[in-house]
C-alpha cells in the first residue's frame, strides 16, 4: 500500500526561526495536502498541491512528484504555529494516506 | 470554505452501548468520510461515502457501520461499542475523491 513518511517527528523552534517538513511517499500519487492540527484537536487546511509550488502567507508547500516528496516551508515563526502538520498522499483511489505528522513547538 | 459539523463533540458510553456519530456538510460535496486518529496510528479511515445511499469500506472497519442517508449527512455507527473504539472521531467531506479535504471538529469518544 501507499506509505508516506513525515520527518522529523518533532521540532523545537525558537520565535522568528524558519522551518521545513518534509513529507515522502513511495507511490504514485493524484493529489497532496497538508494540514494543520490544533492542540485542541481540530484540523484546517493549509494547501492541496498535487505539484509545484503554492504560497499562503508565511507558508509554502512544495510538491516534487518525480522524487517523491512534499515539503512545507513555514517562515519567521510564531508561538501560535505550534501544533502538528500532517500531510496526505491521495492515489489512484478515493481514499487518502496520512503521515504521522510532525509535531512543532514554537517557544517564544 | 466547507462547513463540516460533527455531533456530539464528546461522548462516553459503557461497553456493549450503542453509539451513532453525526455528521453533516453543508457544501454539497459528493465523498463524506470517516477517521479515526489515535497516537501512534495518525489518521485512519473508517468508511467513506460518494454519494447518498452509498457506502465503501475504509482501513479500519471492523465494529463500524456507516449510513449516508441524504449529500448533507453521513452517520458513524458503533452498535456494540468495545474499549478498542475510544478515540477522537472525525468527519470529512471533498467534491471529489482525493481533492481538497475539509474536516469536522472531531469527537472524543470514550469507551468504559
Known amino acids: 500500500g501507499q506509505q508516506v513518511q513525515q520527518s522529523p517527528a518533532s521540532l523545537v523552534l525558537q520565535e522568528g526561526e524558519n522551518a521545513e517538513l518534509q513529507c515522502n511517499f513511495s507511490?504514485?500519487?493524484?493529489?497532496m495536502q497538508w494540514f494543520y492540527q490544533r492542540p485542541g484537536g481540530s484540523l484546517v487546511s493549509l494547501f492541496y498541491?498535487?505539484?509545484g509550488t503554492k504560497h499562503s502567507g508565511r507558508l509554502t508547500s512544495t510538491t516534487v512528484i518525480k522524487e517523491r516528496r512534499s515539503s512545507l516551508h513555514i517562515s519567521s515563526s510564531q508561538t501560535t504555529d505550534s501544533g502538528t502538520y500532517l500531510c496526505a498522499l491521495g492515489g489512484s483511489n478515493a481514499k487518502l494516506t496520512f503521515g504521522k505528522g510532525t509535531k512543532l513547538s514554537v517557544k517564544s | 470554505e466547507a462547513a463540516v459539523t460533527q455531533s456530539p463533540r464528546n461522548k462516553v458510553t459503557v461497553t456493549g452501548g450503542n453509539v451513532t456519530l453525526s455528521c453533516r456538510q453543508t457544501n454539497s460535496h459528493n465523498y463524506m468520510y470517516w477517521y479515526r486518529q489515535d497516537t501512534g496510528h495518525g489518521l485512519r479511515l473508517i468508511h467513506y461515502s460518494y454519494g447518498a445511499g452509498n457506502l465503501q469500506i475504509g482501513d479500519v472497519p471492523d465494529g463500524y457501520k456507516a449510513t449516508r442517508t441524504t449529500q448533507e449527512d453521513f452517520f458513524l455507527l458503533l452498535e456494540l461499542a468495545s474499549p478498542s473504539q475510544t478515540s477522537l472521531y472525525f468527519c470529512?467531506?471533498?467534491?471529489?475523491?482525493?481533492?481538497?479535504?475539509?474536516f469536522g471538529h472531531g469527537t472524543k469518544l470514550s469507551v468504559l
Open positions: 507511490t504514485s500519487l493524484n493529489s
Open positions: 498541491n498535487p505539484s
Open positions: 470529512a467531506s471533498s467534491e471529489g475523491g482525493s481533492e481538497r479535504l475539509f
